[in-house]
């Protein structure tokens, strides 16, 4: 199954979705929503197994807590839990994603409460319920877009943000390690994967490579969309390439995800150079560094005055297909 988590304009909800692969084909059952107030911020999804996953977001109107509830499918429904606070304070853009090898939740999330901070916390799911550690500060300076990630060949999460306050807006990354034993985190020194102005950083785990790809917009290169392999080890982060142009147009609201049989980084975005039409592209990792084709494919096309946003992308392992979600102006 593959869950999408959006803002439903005709209800102002946040809700969810199960949808259903059959060969090129996707059917979707009903919503169920999360959130029955207004969804003004992003909210991100990772599954925990057992058909269960968690989605993450911010609360509506004050208190802006961060919230989250463990959502059960069934078929082509989806129950969800109680909501529970993971952080009560302001919360910002935030990411959430899995670790396997602790089963624990690990949210990232940027701390309005605390100058823009950015933090992760740990949680540990059973049944419906989880329990939450103390948050650890990954970043003591503004901090925002900020993703997750979890690596699972070096039991590591890999959160990748922009430095706003502390490193003149610069794409960074940087590694974690968490303690099943307390549920906490602990974190390396953050690494500049971009020297320059970084836009919605994206991370992607290729387990064929062990290597992390991560996918971004460069506003100081006309935002152009590139990506940049990067290698962990321990609680270090290193770029042993220098980062590749996969499209050299503006490329706005990016998404990316890894298809484990082909092997392959699948990117989307809007390409504002192409009347802002959808577009996909898949790259191939080889050693340190990362290729792409010389062109790319058009999933829908649009134009600059209705343009395609808020992609969302993800693998479909049984049936072997990427799903791409989007907003059709």
Excluded: C
């Amino acid at each position: 199954k593959v869950v999408i988590a959006y803002y439903d304009g005709s209800t102002t909800q946040g809700r969810a979705i199960v949808g259903t692969v059959s060969g090129t084909n996707i059917t979707f059952g009903s919503p169920s929503a999360f959130l029955t107030q207004y969804l003004d911020s992003n909210a991100s999804v990772a599954f925990v197994g057992s058909g269960k996953f968690v989605v993450t977001y911010r609360n509506s109107g004050s208190p802006y807590y961060g919230r989250v509830r463990v959502g059960t499918i069934s078929g082509d429904s989806i129950s969800f839990s109680s909501q529970q606070t993971f952080y009560s304070g302001e919360v910002g853009s935030q990411g959430v994603t899995y670790d396997s090898a602790n089963d624990r939740i690990v949210i990232a999330y940027k701390d309005g409460a605390n100058s823009d901070h950015g933090k992760a916390v740990v949680g540990q799911v059973s049944g419906t319920s989880i329990t939450f550690g103390t948050p650890s500060t990954f970043n003591s300076a503004q901090t925002n877009y900020v993703q997750a990630l979890y690596d699972s060949a070096n039991s590591r999460v890999v959160i990748v943000y922009r430095d706003d306050g502390g490193n003149s807006d610069l794409g960074t990354a940087v590694v974690g390690q968490v303690n099943s034993s307390n549920n906490t985190i602990s974190f390396g020194t953050p690494s500049t994967f971009n020297s320059s102005n970084t836009n919605r950083p994206i991370p992607v785990y290729d387990s064929a490579n062990d290597k992390v790809v991560i996918v971004y917009q460069d506003v100081a290169n006309s935002d152009y969309g590139k990506a940049i392999v990067a290698e962990v080890s321990g609680t270090s982060i290193s770029y042993p390439s220098s980062a590749v142009t996969f499209n050299s147009n503006a490329s706005y609201y990016i998404g990316a995800t890894y298809d484990s049989t082909n092997g392959k980084v699948v990117i989307a975005y809007a390409d504002w150079g192409n009347s802002m039409h959808g577009h996909a592209i898949v790259g191939e990792v080889s050693g340190t560094s990362i290729s792409f084709p010389s062109s790319s494919t058009t999933f829908k096309t649009a134009s600059q005055s209705s343009p395609i946003r808020y992609i969302g992308i993800t693998y479909d392992s049984t049936n072997n297909k990427v799903v791409i979600g989007y907003r059709n102006d």
